[in-house]
């Protein structure tokens, strides 16, 4: 049978604006990736894409993706309300692998509920405030969550897949938070822990904590029941070690029971229900192995936190990297300044114009393999490559230029009336921001007071660099219905900075 999937409309977009997202392509892949600035709009569709096998079903809600299904039988599921019916028939003749039958050996010692462990799987906002009892400090991000076999997961966010959205992201990396529920505690998050709606907070048997949360009161409520119904399931007495234990002394003989196995021997009806058991116990103990391993992969923030993975510049937040280059501006932005600079500052259509993006992209890996960095080198002669490297650049921080908790605080500045009192809020603003944000806006927004000077000759006028920066520099944490509105305000707030500089800030 076909999968039920349900057809999504696109997420609404923003018009679209000079800037691009560049993808993140391998050096093998830029030679044949197009010169085309961005993709038409509506290019963009949503696939189904078809299960492993036709006894599965998948069912589609806002809640995410829950996956259900009857693997043998072409019995009718009901799943929220709604029936469905699985089926076997001809989709798993043209798979490859024919008339596979489930009787076969290496599915013989599990049970149906043994073997169907996906529970739950969507987008929620999730951030870790306890590691081991070690208080952490709290970043919210989009994350793509599995519930399976009684373990969370939470996978890095991925820039293909829309922010809160229940869309499946297209591409997966490492998990970066794996959860084992056993022993776990789930509850709503008291008003203390976040001043966010919706949220659930989950405390580990490791003194681990964590806060998931959703806009949807409905999901989020699905979400509760579905963890807690897994936690419920778990031993809360027995850890995994010393169910191992446990399981290999049943395997050994113990003096008191050589009589009995002596009996058992003498009944072939006993001998098969000891195999059986013994299968059981072996097929559980494989289990048990096989998820302690895989809990125990180390998340890609434990491997960056010891030092084995060094961040990127690109992507990399805006303070770490600071921090590692001992600096408050970081240096691939003082050497993109410099260079525009000194090629000229009256090219026409300066940051309007997007240049070669295989050409960015391989300035891009460069620059992430801290390889040494010359932008006089031939192959960055296009001055429109150098100034599309840094608008990547800014639109690729974790948090923006204007940091998301400084996002209302701005858009409400800019709505005051009064003029002289505009401006002065937005100079409080900006220099409440903590100091590689205040440093590097600094140094950015002069570069572009002096683009601007030659708007004679680069047609390039405040308003034109507003439209271009404004989205890119400020945005909110999580997108809402008044994304129009909310462009209009980040335009006028980059454009008053750039009007009122000398006064926003005095040292400049």
């Known amino acids: 049978m076909q999968p039920a999937f349900p057809s999504y409309s696109p997420a609404p977009r923003r018009p679209p604006t000079p800037e691009t997202d560049y993808p993140n392509l391998s050096p093998d892949e830029l ?82 509920e043994q073997i169907q462990t996906l529970e739950k799987a969507g987008m929620l906002h999730r951030t870790k405030i306890t590691d081991k009892g070690k208080r952490l400090r709290k970043n919210w991000s989009a994350s793509w969550t599995v519930l399976e076999g009684g373990v969370l ?3 890095k966010d991925s820039k293909h897949s829309a922010s809160g959205g229940v869309k499946h992201p297209s591409v997966l990396s490492c998990p970066e938070y794996t959860v084992d529920l056993q022993g776990a505690t789930l509850s709503w998050a ?15 048997r490791d003194g681990s904590e964590y806060l998931i949360q959703h806009d949807s009161e409905t999901i989020i409520g699905t979400w509760q029941k579905a963890i807690a ?23 050994k003989e113990t003096p008191g029971s050589n009589k009995e196995r002596e009996g058992e021997k ?49 992507g990399c937040a805006l303070q770490v990297l600071c921090d590692r280059e001992k600096s408050t501006v970081p240096q691939f932005v003082k050497q993109c ?20 993006l295989a050409t960015i992209q391989k300035l891009r890996y460069k620059v992430d393999r801290d390889e040494r960095l010359d932008l006089d080198d031939g192959r960055w002669d296009d001055v429109h490559v150098i100034t599309g490297a840094l608008k990547l650049f800014f639109r690729e921080l974790p ?29 409080e603003l900006v220099n409440s921001l903590p100091p590689a944000n205040h440093n590097t806006m600094r140094a950015l927004f002069q570069h572009l007071c002096r683009v601007i000077e030659y708007r004679e000759e680069n047609r390039m006028s405040i308003q034109s660099i507003a439209i271009v920066f404004g989205p890119t520099l400020l945005k909110p944490e999580v997108e809402e219905g008044n994304m129009t509105m909310h462009m209009v305000f980040q335009n006028q707030i980059v454009e008053q900075i750039l009007t009122h500089l000398s006064y926003i800030f005095p040292e400049s």
């Not at 008291?190 to 580990?204: H, P, Y």
């Not at 923006?400 to 003029?419: C, E, G, M, Q, R």
């Open 337 to 356: 300044i410099t260079a525009v600079e000194k090629r000229g500052l009256d090219i026409d259509g300066l940051y309007r114009i997007s240049g070669n």
């Open 153 to 155: 997961t939470f996978f």
């Open 399 to 427: 948090e923006p230029l204007f940091p998301f908790s400084h996002f209302d605080k701005f858009i409400a500045a800019i709505k005051i009336t009064d003029p002289s009192k505009r401006t002065h809020r937005l100079r």
């Open 190 to 204: 008291a008003k203390d822990k976040s001043s966010k709606k919706n949220v659930l907070e989950l405390k580990t």
């Open 266 to 314: 003498k009944s072939p009806a006993s001998w098969h229900s000891s195999s059986s058991l013994n299968s059981d116990s072996d097929t559980n103990k494989v289990r048990n192995k096989l998820r302690k391993f895989l809990q125990k992969r180390p998340t890609l923030q434990s491997l960056r936190e010891r030092g084995y993975i060094k961040d990127q510049v690109f």
């Open 31 to 112: 030679e044949h990736y197009p010169e085309e600035d961005y993709s038409p709009v509506g290019s963009f569709k949503h696939l189904d894409v078809p299960p492993p096998y036709s006894e599965w079903a998948s069912y589609g809600s806002q809640e995410g993706m829950v996956f259900d299904g009857n693997h043998y039988g072409t019995d009718t599921v009901n799943v929220s309300g709604h029936h469905h019916s699985t089926s076997s028939g001809s989709s798993l003749d043209s798979s490859p692998f024919g008339n596979w039958s489930p009787s076969s050996a290496a599915f013989s010692g599990l049970k149906e």
């Open 229 to 251: 119904h897994s936690i419920s399931k778990l031993p809360t007495d027995i850890p995994l070690e010393e169910e191992e234990e446990n399981t290999d002394l049943k395997s």
